[in-house]
């Protein structure tokens, strides 16, 4: 249901355009949004066929926007008089367009009165569609982090930016499971999907946009955890077994001799479907054999596949959640944590163990990268110590270690077989943290299948060909494998940090101060007060509205402004609103326009104002107030490597700062033969590139 003009068009209604010369109606099936702001409605064309008497719906659907409606058709529509057709065709009306005739949609409810009476027949409430991200992980009840383990589930929005959905406000909590005695965060799972379904289906509830009651309908999309925590939800059994992995049947090998072809690991595997999770547990024991599951000969059933019955099966019931499709794919854990993890443990335990000189010049040169202006963060730990690295820390030696490596070290025999992996993990990188990617988002998908099946080809080769002894065969680890499904993900979900774990991880941190604070009787509804608290105060400051006990809406008044105004400080900000800190973002997404650019800064720059249409981005120096040009040059060895080589265009070429506006910072603290190299393994810069060129524009 969408509203247009005043007038609430319905799936299964049929409509006038506006343009009146036109005799085709239509027969609304769906809306959808494009860029969005545009509104678009999916449906039939409807005709009357000749003679006047009978209606011609056609088979092939057609979308329109919403605003060439005008209104709706209110004549009665004699289903027995309805045809389908396609061109030259003409047949009984197919199941699709009868139902849509026939069955009114499962959301378009009357309004009642306060008694559940109903008001007039041809009143019904507003629909307003809310999708869920559900969210699950551990955490602790103490200062210490380590001990009191509790399992925690909250949600958010989904229709909310990046920017809102990262606010702490707008994190909602469920509950916190202590794990002890055979219970944990999924022995919640029933109760919670029985909410849920209660949710999927529809509540009334008032909307202050719409000054009225309507009825909310809240889909569970996708669920956010790590991956371990994925399998368990899938009510899949321990990663040990033949077929660990739950969204397709990949058999992974754990040594080195019984590797597969590189091809194995970048290809696609049978998908394990939603109708095997159902065929899984519909009989207890998982005896059931799951049709169309890997051919091996050998029927398998579905404990062979690994399949296990838990609570987590109530997930199931829920329409909207499918258990291979809606668990994205975690890119700290899996990126930063796994494939990142496992070379630069290569590179310092394996590579160079033996190697003090080589070890020596690259802590230097990663020392030495701390002056650069290009990267807002700097990696400060010792190289020596990586086994202690955080994700964050990862973050920023993943965007320099590749430059460092092809540039430095470009000729060193001991790194060269090593040093192809840096450079494709350093693309995958730079592509997959980004927040929002604009344009050409089907093109940037490409990028990213690309480059997942580049960096495991090329962890397959450096596996099978370096003769150093104690290397692990990461083409075939798990973590490796859940890569090749990175592009799924990011055609369903968006870009890969909006199912970053992180931002939930920082909300444990507020959980865990509720936790302290109570006797931990009934941990879940305590800590579960407190928050509801928080959540009404801010509502209420926020300018929420309630009903009073004479059953009238009411807001805050002047007395409760006048008193937060003079007693407001942080301490009442944090006990009674739950403050409002927001997350730190370490990203590196910097905010280009905000920062004053000092000397030797490069980024590309784009004129303020010009009158050509087709001006062209330009990178440039910044030196004294102005930007020096600069362009690059072609360079088979930057190519490979994931750089650009660039050169001064000429010494007197430069334009004023403030007649420009920064487009993108760029990393150019190496050289390669004296030249300067634009690192293109920086979060975003290559994908920055990538797009420019395909739009000629540079
Ligand atoms: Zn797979």
Redesign the pocket.
């Known amino acids: 249901m969408f509203t247009h003009n005043g007038i609430d068009f319905w799936s299964g209604d049929i409509v006038n355009f506006m343009n009146g010369s036109t005799p085709a109606r239509f027969l609304v099936e769906s809306f959808h949004t494009m860029d969005n702001s545009a509104v678009f409605v999916q449906g039939y064309m409807v005709y009357i066929l000749e003679g006047g008497q009978f209606i011609g719906i056609k088979v092939e659907s057609t979308s329109i926007k919403l605003e060439t409606l005008l209104s709706i058709d209110s004549t009665p529509v004699d289903v027995a008089l309805c045809y389908s057709i396609s061109p030259g065709k003409v047949f009984h009306l197919i199941p699709r367009h009868k139902s849509l005739l026939e069955e009114p949609h499962f959301l378009k409810r009357h309004i009642l009165d306060e008694t559940g009476k109903l008001i007039d027949p041809k009143l019904f409430y507003k629909v307003r569609i809310s999708p869920i991200i559900l969210f699950t992980d551990d955490t602790s009840g103490n200062r210490s982090k380590q001990y009191n383990p509790y399992e925690s589930w909250s949600m958010k929005f989904a229709a909310l930016s990046y920017k809102e959905r990262s606010s702490i406000e707008n994190i909602h909590f469920l509950s916190a499971i202590p794990k002890k005695k055979g219970a944990s965060g999924m022995s919640l799972l029933p109760k919670i999907v029985e909410d849920f379904k209660r949710l999927k289906n529809g509540l009334v509830m008032f909307s202050a946009k719409d000054n009225e009651n309507v009825l909310v309908a809240l889909p569970l999309l996708w669920i956010k955890t790590d991956t371990p925590c994925h399998s368990e939800l899938c009510g899949l059994r321990a990663p040990t077994s033949l077929y660990p992995?739950h969204?397709?049947y990949?058999r992974l090998q754990r040594s080195m001799p019984n590797l597969q072809s590189s091809s194995y690991y970048t290809g696609?595997?049978t998908a394990r479907t939603k109708a095997h999770y159902l065929a899984a547990v519909s009989t207890s024991g998982c005896g059931s054999t799951i049709p169309d599951a890997p051919l091996t000969g050998n029927a398998l059933t579905a404990s062979d596949l690994c399949f296990a019955n838990r609570a987590t099966d109530a997930l199931l019931e829920l329409q909207s959640f499918d258990p291979s499709t809606d668990t994205p794919v975690e890119v700290l854990h899996n990126i930063l944590l796994g494939v990142s993890k496992y070379l630069v443990n290569d590179l310092v335990n394996v590579v160079l163990r033996k190697n003090p000189n080589q070890m020596a010049r690259l802590s230097k040169a990663l020392k030495d990268y701390e002056n650069s202006q290009g990267m807002s963060r700097k990696f400060t730990r010792e190289l020596r110590h990586c086994g202690s690295c955080l994700g964050r820390d990862y973050k920023v030696l993943l965007q320099i270690l590749p430059a460092i490596l092809v540039t430095e070290f470009a000729n060193d025999s001991i790194l060269s077989l090593i040093t192809p992996s840096f450079v494709r993990l350093g693309r995958l990188c730079s592509l997959v943290f980004v927040r929002a990617v604009r344009y050409d988002y089907n093109m940037y998908i490409d990028e990213v299948e690309k480059a997942v099946t580049s960096l495991i080809q090329e962890l397959h080769h450096y596996v099978i060909t370096c003769e150093i002894e104690g290397h692990n065969p990461y083409s075939s680890k798990p973590k490796v494998?859940?890569l090749?499904?990175l592009p799924d993900n990011l055609r369903r979900f968006g870009t890969a940090l909006h199912y970053e774990t992180k931002k939930g991880e920082q909300f444990n941190k507020h959980i865990r101060e509720h936790l302290m604070h109570i006797n931990r009787l009934n941990t879940s509804r305590d800590v579960c007060l407190k928050f509801a608290k928080q959540s009404a105060m801010r509502r209420i400051i926020d300018g929420g509205s309630w009903v009073s006990k004479d059953k009238m809406r009411e807001k805050y008044g002047n007395s409760t402004a006048e008193f937060l105004k003079e007693n407001f400080n942080n301490n009442v900000k944090n006990i009674m609103f739950g403050g409002s800190r927001d997350f730190a973002d370490n990203n590196d997404t910097d905010d280009i326009t905000a920062k004053a650019l000092c000397d030797n800064t490069f980024a590309v720059f784009m004129l303020k104002e010009s009158r050509d249409q087709h001006a062209h981005p330009f990178i440039g120096k910044v030196s004294s107030l102005r930007v020096e040009h600069y362009r690059v040059e072609s360079s088979p060895h930057a190519q490979v490597n994931n750089y650009l080589l660039v050169q001064r265009v000429s010494n007197d070429a430069s334009t004023p700062l403030d007649q420009l506006k920064i487009v993108c910072k760029l990393d150019m603290h190496t050289e390669f033969n004296n030249k300067l190299v634009i690192n293109l393994s920086k979060f975003g810069s290559y994908w920055f590139f990538v797009s420019l060129f395909l739009n000629r524009q540079y």
Do not use: F, G, N, Q
Request: charged content about 20%; some cysteine; hydrophobic content about 20%.
């Open positions: 992995y969204k397709c990949v696609r595997h494998h859940l090749t499904h």
